[in-house]
């Protein structure tokens, strides 16, 4: 089955959500390398770095090992620096439920088409910020709710500015923060692990959160072009493991767990919302029989009445 849907091609969507300033949009393009855009559209390396402002869909067709994917990464606005900042996660959750909606309708339209072009969120990057002691009220604010509605996997953002030791540390703190808020991120465990998936989540989860850096440069190093951040001391390189966790952030989502992040969406997020929703719909209905009967029984009370005051006239 999951050979004949990869040979089929399929969509995967993610979503970025965080603090501004934490490189969401610099992720998206290190994530389509070379093909920049902003909440404005495409544009170029020379032009200046806009503050997103509204939420933006970017699609690509990737094609590896003869599987097709359209790969869909939403930039969205950040967060953060407004005095208050209540209700900053509305849009993004909106935007995810929108999506479930849209399947759930063309899911119920009578002649249901053959595959539903699908574009539910299956995976949610959430930027934590280096410079932060750890979980901000406001991030634990929004991965309980994001965690509700997506696959959340938290990432540390603009790793370059931490030293190795400071890095270590802040992944230890988040991950005690996390489960003292049982805040649940992805994977997720499940009874039908075997030995090899649980080695691979152990592995996921003691990289977690990923220490991401993202660039949209490219620059020359002995004669071999490198994607990073040029520092005084050095250049990032975005691409090399031991700099940081972008690789295996890429092989993790679009590789090792790519089924897995589309499954768990149509089992856990999707089936919830859709079970919440056909629930709401049948009260509804159950609702307007009750006031129609009611109705119905007001009318014949006024009936009798109607007639004696007719006779009196
Ligand atoms: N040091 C460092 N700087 C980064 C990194 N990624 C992005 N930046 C810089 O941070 C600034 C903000 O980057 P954006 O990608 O616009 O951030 P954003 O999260 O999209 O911000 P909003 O759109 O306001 O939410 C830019 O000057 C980037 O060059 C990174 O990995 N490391
Ligand atoms: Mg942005």
């Known amino acids: 089955m999951e050979r004949k849907f990869l040979k089929r091609g399929m969509n995967f969507n993610i979503i970025l959500v965080g603090e501004s300033g934490m490189g969401k949009t610099t992720l998206v393009n290190t994530i389509f390398a070379g093909h920049l855009v ?34 869909t990464v939403v930039d969205t606005p950040g967060f953060g620096d407004q005095t208050n900042n209540e209700g900053c996660w509305v849009p993004v959750i909106k935007y995810i439920k929108d999506q479930h909606a849209a399947y759930l309708e063309r899911e119920l339209k009578p002649q249901r088409e053959r595959s539903i072009n699908d574009t539910r969120v299956h995976a949610c990057l ?9 979980l901000r009220p406001i991030d634990i604010e929004v991965l309980k709710r994001l ?30 923060e996390l489960a003292m808020q049982r805040i649940q991120a992805y994977p997720y465990p499940s009874e039908e692990d075997d030995e090899e998936d649980i080695a691979l989540n152990n ?13 949209e440069n490219v620059f020359n190093e002995n004669g071999a072009p490198v994607r990073g951040r040029r520092h005084a001391w050095g250049i990032i ?5 031991e700099h940081c966790d972008f690789v295996h952030l890429r092989n993790f989502m679009l590789r090792t767990h790519l089924y897995d ?8 997020h999707y089936e919830s919302f859709r079970t919440q929703q056909l629930r709401q719909i049948k009260e509804m209905r159950a609702a307007q029989a009750q006031n129609a009967t009611q109705m119905a029984q007001q009318q014949q009370q006024i009936q009798p009445g109607a007639t004696l005051f007719k006779q009196q006239a």
């Open 237 to 241: 390189n975005v691409d090399n493991p």
């Open 261 to 268: 992040l589309i499954e768990v969406t149509a089992q856990r």
């Open 147 to 176: 965690t509700e509605v997506v696959n959340v996997i938290p990432v540390l953002a603009k790793a370059d500015s931490t030293t190795v030791e400071e890095r270590a540390a802040f992944k230890k703190r988040i991950k005690e």
């Open 38 to 71: 902003d909440s404005q559209g495409r544009r170029t390396v020379q032009g200046p770095q806009r503050k997103t402002t509204e939420i933006v869909p970017t699609t690509q067709v990737i094609e590896e090992n003869n599987v097709t994917l359209r790969l």
């Open 126 to 134: 959430y930027f934590l910020n280096p410079g932060s002691k750890g």
């Open 203 to 215: 592995k996921i989860k003691e990289l977690s959160p990923f220490a991401v850096v993202g660039s």
